[in-house]
């Protein structure tokens, strides 16, 4: 016979954990694209190729969805906090602005970084053999780094921001 035992309650609300939950997939997913993927494909050789553009855009357009999907989400768990009656768990405004620049960002990487990206790298002169990257890709490279490291910081600043209550520092 099994005994069901209840559980002490953390004092969590269901929204803090879902933005736990959603913070933390979505750093390791962009760790992960941004350290070991991307690097990955550029080592092998793989930007070289004639058809990368169309396979980057393709691996970009799944996982730009995928950032959009989880912004939504971490605005949502944010507004869900916001409104929630616990003062422990209300974050102020500056919580509110975080997780909308996380959207914009989100939206500005799916609409406006990887279409153009991928446009410049597509090579439309067949005949030539010599592929050359545009002087314009730098700078949009430029552009997705900052929008990365900003996003980054970003979600590091919601992490730290709703685990500083969960673990209180004791006074002696």
């Known amino acids: 016979m099994i005994a069901i035992q209840p559980q002490a309650q953390s004092g969590r609300s269901p929204w803090q954990v879902w933005l736990f939950g959603l913070l933390g997939f979505w750093l390791s997913s962009c760790l992960v694209m941004d350290s070991i993927v991307m690097p990955s494909m550029y080592v092998s050789g793989m930007m070289e190729q004639p058809g990368f553009a169309t396979a980057g855009y393709a691996l970009f357009w799944v996982f730009n969805r995928l950032e959009l999907v989880c912004a939504g989400a971490i605005l949502t768990a944010v507004l869900g906090l916001f409104y929630s009656r ?23 990487d799916t609409y406006g970084l990887t279409p153009q990206m991928s446009a410049l790298g597509l090579q439309l002169d067949w005949v030539s053999a010599q592929a050359t990257v545009p002087a314009a890709m730098n700078r949009l490279h430029l552009a997705y ?13 919601l992490l730290w921001r709703y685990l500083r209550p969960a673990f209180p520092v004791s006074q002696m």
């Open 86 to 108: 616990h003062p422990w768990h209300r974050p102020g405004v500056l919580a509110l602005l975080l997780a909308v620049g996380l959207l914009a960002i989100a939206a500005l």
């Open 145 to 157: 780094w900052g929008l990365e490291g900003a996003k980054l910081a970003i979600v590091g600043t």
